[in-house]
């Protein structure tokens, strides 16, 4: 299986569109000069299989290696990234075969497993493949990912047009050929639409249901609870920002994200009104949440998706700095959105005033649903709540979770009646911090305390590498109340459910760390550096690609290919005492035919008994010419003068006629004087 | 689970064949980009991608009618040679003449060979002997174990060969190039005729031609003459047609017809004149008769066909003008065949050696005494053995006991082996390394 060869100028072709189409028309340019100008080029690589082998190997590198950059810096549309760059990163292949003498690549380059065993019994012959029809597919799928516009299809029909053409059989006719590439092309367009139309129908379904049923944490105005839920909640070790800069003597650090202020079967809300634009303070990057001065600072690493999310703040955040968006807007209830950030930011906060930049209470705060009114009330007398101020109501809760309370992530099935609420108020007495910040929420409330909901993170992970590391399984929950002048953090849940939710993090988690360091850093890096990703930003896989070919240029014997007008190619072609005793049998018995070996030839022209042509000591000559070119010893020094002494015998035997014959070049005294000189070994051929 | 995958084998395995079948070059490229924009496309939002799978597919289904309708009438005829050599490549000619009313262009011949797929046993046994693949996985799970079988049963390597333009009424001889991977018999199924479709995408397919057989001899390889010992021997009663050529055929007495007796030993005018079948007893015949013997109570495998081959490359020196040579298969029972003086052809016992089986059950001593019974007529003999443990030394002491000259040949597969003497007239040679170790 050898396949077919792209004609000329194909390539290029569509390298150039693939440039057009991704907004890289230089690059795109280089590499189809490069592309094109390799098989014209008069030098030519003489690789072994091994060498290909190592080729292939070192383009699997760099095709790993761009796969974790773009899928670092893209998430999952890095797989698009990668569809994108992929002409780059595949390029050396292309010119390392359209610049090695076979201009075929062996297929244990391209798979591992018909690699080795050479001449196994039953294993078929790699006679190798052309790449250039696979690495045209490849162009055409990047200029689709990164392209659009209404020459998209066109272009893209038209190059693989240009490829069919090239290898329509003989008997085809251009009209028919035409029309059935035109048909089927307008086929295609079709089924794209309808692909289009179809996606879309399905895609609107879904989405209606996802926004019934998932819709959660993102969501500043509601916050659906795992209250009531059986099983064991599964929390994931992915690690959503670094936090730099806070000292764990304090306590743990919450971040929150939203507050909500009225809760129901299990889901808290909060008034839908809307944001309003925060100030900057000073700087394009510095913004002023709440008034006054903050003694403490924290610096945040966090990846915005797409530019924008809610930020997780502590509640008494007074400036922002370092965070160059668009806009940031924040509600009455606390929930800070940026809008147009970059991908990653490092936002300097400052904290730790008491300051606040949540709405004063209202009478929704002190609300409490009627399922549990009851009991709450009957807590409430119980635990002599009523009356007490925010500090000491506070303590008193604390010491009721502490006396008989346990973490737990497993709710059991309960049986009797009540709310979920209800059994772990009364009975199981067991519950992560959803059901202890909605339980402090209500009894405050009860109390006559306003009080709200919060939801958002809690710092407490150190990483050695430098930084405290916030997962999603820290995401947390806990109460707000009024202290009479503002809200303050009321978190009591017991202090072990970090190490609870911990206990079940894999053995690998320390090598997940560290790939997630590299990531942040890269990150950081990244979007300190510029704000879109720019046909520059892969350029730095080129260096060592243009590298590798030169090295592997450098190390291999090169041949160069003389001009074909100059002379053809062959033993005529290569002087030698060979070219001799070849000239004259040529001339007496017909030159080779265009890939004809010289056995065949031989066989071929071979006279009969009777001819004055010395057959046996051609015979003879043939194969010490064979094992001159092929053998990996090529010829001892005795064998080399019995190859110069055969020539020399049919030169002379056939030279005696040569008045007789039809004039060749190369079959004269003369020739054979200038043939005595020294020079280079002969390059290769059949 | 092992037992399923060599059923899971041949399903990959048979729709890759049909899909390298049905589809060109060009058709597999582009069915596999489509496939991969395909993929890269599903979310139609996220990439155009899914405009070169709805292309490709639209470029296959075009081209697909044209393939399906392609349904000439086209007679095949091959002409095989007498045999073939195992991994030796030869020629042979392909007729094919055209029954239809058009002309047929751009047609490829591809020649199919009959082959049941490896088996799960086949596969175990290949395992068991060294896993094939160049890398974990392939090892791990044996694929190429399963696809190496296949092709080794298949027997023999033949591409696809162009065919020139066929007129209505037409025939076109093209040359095929097989190279047979395997001694045995090639079992030639029938022959496809590919034709692509105006695009050059799907192949239209016809299966036409007959069935045929090519035995296809073990591989030989240049040895010296064995020092054997070229007296003649005496042949008691004689070698049934064998030619009695520079002996006189004196006759010493006559006897009553025994079954199993000649019928050109009757006396045809004692039985005229007594009425029952009369034999003349002749002076005894002596012959130079040598004899290869072939250790087959061995494992199959790269040591076997090593044997064989070794055996085979020793025929032509046994071989003399005035020589029988006798071939002893020593498997479970010791089967004889003998050749020269115009008894068969050295070719026949080639044939012979191109069928042999290996016979791992054997007990290597059990054909000992079948073997030194036909001793007494031996001037030598040429040992072809698997190993040289206790059965086999007493088997070569046996036949010297009864005078015969023994060279013996015990082919090695230990990668740590060398070759060499290991007694006197016992030399080890090397399975991977006949050619070199055969050498003269």
């Known amino acids: 299986m050898t396949g077919p060869s792209a004609p000329p100028l194909l390539l290029g072709a569509a390298l150039l569109w693939w440039g057009w189409q991704g907004g890289h028309p230089a690059l795109a340019l280089g590499l189809a000069l490069l592309v094109e100008a390799a098989p014209r080029s008069p030098w030519r690589w003489h690789a072994e299989p091994r060498d290909f082998h190592r080729l292939a190997d070192v383009t699997n590198l760099l095709f790993v290696a761009a796969a974790l950059v773009l899928f670092a810096q893209h998430g999952a549309r890095g797989v698009f990234a990668l569809a994108g760059w992929l002409p780059l990163v595949l390029v050396p292949l292309v010119l390392g075969q359209r610049l090695s003498l076979g201009r075929r690549m062996p297929l244990g380059a391209l798979f591992l497993s018909l690699r080795g065993r ?467 049998l040529a001339a007496r018995l017909g030159p080779r035919a265009p890939g004809e070996t010289l056995r065949a030839w031989w066989r071929r022209v071979a006279p009969g008994d009777g001819s004055d042509v010395p057959s046996a000591a051609v015979r003879e000559l043939l194969d010490l010419r064979y094992r001159e070119r092929f053998a990996p010893r090529g010829l001892s020094p005795a064998e080399r003068e019995r190859l110069a002494r055969l020539a020399g015998e049919v030169e002379r035997r056939l030279g005696r006629r040569r008045g007789r014959l039809r004039t060749s070049p190369g079959c004269s005294p003369g020739d054979r004087a200038r043939r005595a000189g020294p020079g280079p070994r002969p390059p290769a051929s059949r | 689970m092992p037992a399923l995958r060599p059923r899971l084998f041949r399903l990959v395995h048979d729709a890759s064949t049909a899909l390298r079948r049905r589809l060109t070059p060009a058709g597999r490229v582009l069915a596999g980009a489509a496939g991969v924009a395909g ?184 040895c010296a003459p064995p020092p054997l010992a070229g007296g003649r021997r005496a042949q008691p009663g004689g070698v049934a047609l064998a030619g009695p050529v520079g002996d006189a055929q004196e006759v010493m007495s006559v006897r009553d017809y025994r079954p199993g007796d000649p019928l050109r030993r009757i006396h045809w005018r004692s039985w005229a004149r007594t009425g029952r079948p009369i034999v003349k007893e002749l002076q005894d015949e002596y012959f130079v008769r040598q004899a290869l013997v072939l250790d087959m109570a061995t494992e199959p495998g790269e040591r076997f066909e090593a044997m064989v081959s070794v055996a085979a490359s020793h025929l032509e020196p046994l071989a003399g003008p005035d020589a029988l040579v006798d071939l002893f298969l020593l498997g479970v029972q010791a089967t004889r065949l003998t050749s020269g003086r115009g008894l068969g052809s050295q070719e026949g016992l080639l044939a012979a050696l191109a069928s042999v089986q290996a016979a791992p059950a054997a007990d290597p001593s059990a054909p000992r005494g079948a073997l030194a019974h036909a001793a007494q007529g031996l001037s030598g003999a040429i040992c072809v053995l698997a190993d040289w443990d206790d059965p086999r030394r007493a088997l070569v002491d046996a036949l010297r006991g009864q005078g015969v000259t023994v060279a013996a040949l015990v082919v090695s597969d230990a990668p740590d082996a060398r070759p060499g003497p290991l007694a006197p007239g016992v030399r080890r040679v090397r399975a991977g390394h006949l050619a070199q170790d055969l050498a003269p």
């Open chain 1, 118 to 584: 050479p001449g196994a019994p039953g294993a078929p012959e790699d006679a190798g493949v052309d790449v250039g029809f696979a690495y045209l597919a490849v162009v055409l799928v990047a200029a689709l990912v990164e392209g659009g516009g209404p020459w998209l299809y066109p272009g893209t029909a038209a190059l693989a047009a240009w490829a069919l053409w090239a290898v329509r059989p003989r008997r085809t006719r251009a009209l028919p050929w035409a029309l059935l590439v035109l048909g089927a092309a307008g086929a295609g367009l079709a089924g794209f639409t309808g692909l289009q139309a179809g996606q879309s129908a399905v895609e609107a379904r879904i989405l209606a249901w996802f926004e019934q049923r998932l819709w959660q944490r993102s969501d500043p105005y509601r916050a659906e609870t795992a209250i009531g839920q059986l099983g064991r909640l599964k929390l994931s070790d992915r690690i959503l920002f670094h936090v730099h800069g806070h000292d764990p003597a304090g306590g743990p650090l919450l971040l929150r994200q939203a507050s909500f202020r009225s809760y129901r079967h299990g889901t808290w809300h909060a008034p839908r009104e809307g944001f309003s634009p925060v100030d900057r303070d000073g700087a394009a990057d510095r913004w002023r949440l709440a008034p006054g001065a903050a003694p403490r600072e924290v610096r945040l690493g966090i990846v915005l998706r797409r530019g924008r999310g809610l930020l997780p703040l502590p509640g008494d955040t007074t400036t922002l700095a370092g965070l160059p968006a668009e806009a940031l807007v924040v509600n009455p209830w606390g929930a800070v959105v940026a809008r147009k950030a970059p991908g990653f930011a490092s936002v300097r906060v400052a904290h730790g005033g008491g300051a606040s930049r949540d709405a004063p209470p209202g009478a929704q705060d002190l609300a409490v649903p009627e399922p549990q009114r009851e009991l709450l009330a009957g807590l409430v007398a119980e635990l002599g709540l009523a009356g007490r101020d925010p500090a000491e109501a506070e303590a008193r809760l604390r010491a009721f979770f502490d006396e008989g309370f346990r973490y737990s992530l497993r709710s059991e099935a309960a049986f009797g009646g009540g709310t979920a609420l209800a059994r772990f108020l009364t009975r199981s007495r067991a519950g992560h911090c959803e059901y202890f910040a909605t339980a402090t929420v209500l009894l405050l409330r009860a109390a006559g305390l306003p009080a709200r909901y919060a939801t958002g993170y809690s710092v407490q992970e150190y990483l050695p590498l430098g930084a405290h590391v916030v997962r999603r399984r820290h995401a947390h929950s806990w109460a707000l109340v009024w202290t009479g002048t503002r809200w303050r953090d009321v978190d009591l849940t017991p202090a072990v459910w970090v190490e609870a939710d911990a206990a079940g993090a894999p053995w690998w988690q320390p090598l997940y760390d560290a790939a997630s360091w590299v990531s942040f850093g890269f990150q950081r890096w990244r979007w300190a550096e510029r704000e879109g990703l720019d046909a520059e930003d892969l350029l730095w896989l080129l260096p060592p690609l243009l590298g590798l070919l030169i090295w592997r240029l450098a190390r291999r014997p090169l041949v160069l290919r003389r001009a074909r007008e100059a002379a053809p190619a062959g033993p005529e072609a290569e002087g030698g005492v060979f070219a001799g005793a070849y000239a004259c």
């Open chain 2, 39 to 222: 993929a890269l496309g599903v979310d139609t939002r996220q990439s155009h991608a899914a405009m070169l799978f709805t292309l490709g597919v639209a470029l296959l289904l075009a081209a697909l009618p044209f393939a399906a309708l392609f349904r000439p009438r086209i007679e095949a005829m091959r002409r095989l040679p007498a045999h073939a050599t195992a991994g030796r490549p030869f020629a042979y000619t392909l007729e094919l003449r055209n029954h239809s009313r058009r002309t047929l262009r751009d047609l490829s011949a591809q020649e199919e060979l009959a082959a049941r797929p490896a088996g799960a046993a086949e596969w175990r046994a290949r395992r068991a002997r060294g896993r094939a693949g160049a890398n974990w996985l392939d090892r791990a799970m044996g694929y190429p174990d399963w696809v190496a079988l296949t092709r080794e049963r298949q027997g023999a390597q033949i591409p696809a060969v162009p065919v020139p333009p066929l007129p209505p009424g037409g025939l076109a001889r093209v040359t095929v190039q097989a190279r047979p991977l395997r001694r045995g018999v090639l079992r030639f199924a029938g022959t496809r005729i590919a034709r692509p479709d105006p695009l050059g995408l799907v192949n239209g397919l016809l299966r036409t031609g007959r069935p045929g057989d090519l035995v296809v001899l073990p591989a030989r390889y240049p």
